[in-house]
């Protein structure tokens, strides 16, 4: 149940504000930030340690911000199938997907940021479409765009439901954040912050954005990291390895 959130404001300094909810299994191993990628040099973010992609990459010289979800639809066939975090590496380094065989990717959400530009790439296993992300925000969880895709009587669509309308309007009514370049981490990212927290709620609510469930047979589910990436002039990148925990903030780019 990964989260996108994405705040397009172009007469701002900061016009791009993207944040990213890594929600998945927490045994399973990761890397922090950095560049962990000699075939792209440039790029920045955390690695998968199992399939050596990312959910989320910078390239700062751009600036340009990548973050990809899983999505809904037919799955890729088992024999062939490669892994969605190749493709924010790809799309970070070069501003489109370009020439991939999408029939090998599970179904995805793949948002590529740039400070005059946002666009937001769907694959259901069967078609593509993309969108520009106007002015605004905009939040994206597994069922789609503002939840565009959920069902009814789902278990999982109803807590995105639930995220979508607790967080929503919470964001929307602060005041949004221009990050400074060497401002600390509250001031850069000010009533957004304790939000991105996780406004207090519990881990288990219904309703969180950064949820940690307990699946049994010792699988535990939920978020285990948060980045923070503004795009202006150059790049901010903030990231948390401890959801929730307010001085788990440590400054990336």
Same mark, same amino acid.
């Given at each position: 149940?990964?989260? =996108?959130?994405?705040?397009?404001?172009? /007469?701002? /300094?900061?016009?791009?504000?993207?944040?990213?909810?890594?929600?998945?299994?927490?045994a399973r191993?990761?890397?922090?930030? =950095?560049?962990?990628?000699?075939?792209?040099?440039?790029?920045v973010g955390g690695r998968d340690l !199992?399939?050596?992609?990312?959910?989320?990459?910078v390239e700062p010289g751009a600036p340009r911000v990548a973050v990809v979800?899983?999505? !809904?639809?037919?799955? +890729? /066939?088992?024999?062939?199938?490669?892994?969605?975090?190749?493709?924010?590496? @790809?799309?970070?380094?070069d501003?489109? $997907?370009?020439?991939?065989?999408? =029939?090998?990717?599970d179904p995805f959400h793949l948002v590529g940021a740039e400070p005059d530009r946002v666009r937001l790439w769907s694959w259901d296993g069967e078609a593509l479409t993309e969108r520009t992300l106007g002015p605004g925000l905009h939040m994206i969880v597994n069922s789609g765009l503002e939840g565009e895709g959920q069902l009814e009587g789902e278990t999982?669509?109803?807590?995105?439901?639930?995220? $979508?309308?607790?967080?929503? /309007? !919470?964001?929307? =009514?602060?005041? @949004?954040?221009?990050p400074g370049p060497d401002e600390p981490v509250e001031r850069a990212w000010g009533a957004w912050l304790p939000l991105l927290d996780g406004d207090g709620l519990p881990r288990a609510d219904h309703r969180a954005l950064l949820p940690l469930?307990? $699946?049994?047979?010792?699988?535990?589910?939920?978020?285990t990291s948060v980045? $923070?990436? +503004?795009?202006g002039r150059g790049v901010r990148y903030d990231f948390s390895a401890a959801p929730g925990e307010g001085d788990a903030w440590s400054r990336v780019l």
């Open positions: 149940m990964c989260t =996108a959130i994405i705040s397009v404001d172009p /007469p701002s /300094p900061v016009p791009v504000l993207v944040v990213g909810v890594r929600d998945e299994f927490v191993e990761w890397a922090g930030p =950095a560049r962990h990628w000699p075939d792209r040099p440039g790029l !199992r399939a050596g992609g990312t959910w989320l990459a979800l899983n999505g !809904r639809g037919r799955m +890729a /066939p088992e024999a062939s199938r490669a892994s969605r975090g190749e493709l924010p590496l @790809r799309v970070a380094a501003g489109k $997907l370009g020439g991939l065989d999408l =029939a090998v990717f999982e669509d109803a807590y995105m439901a639930a995220r $979508l309308a607790h967080f929503r /309007p !919470r964001l929307a =009514a602060a005041p @949004r954040p221009e469930l307990d $699946l049994g047979d010792g699988r535990v589910w939920g978020t980045s $923070l990436v +503004a795009l």
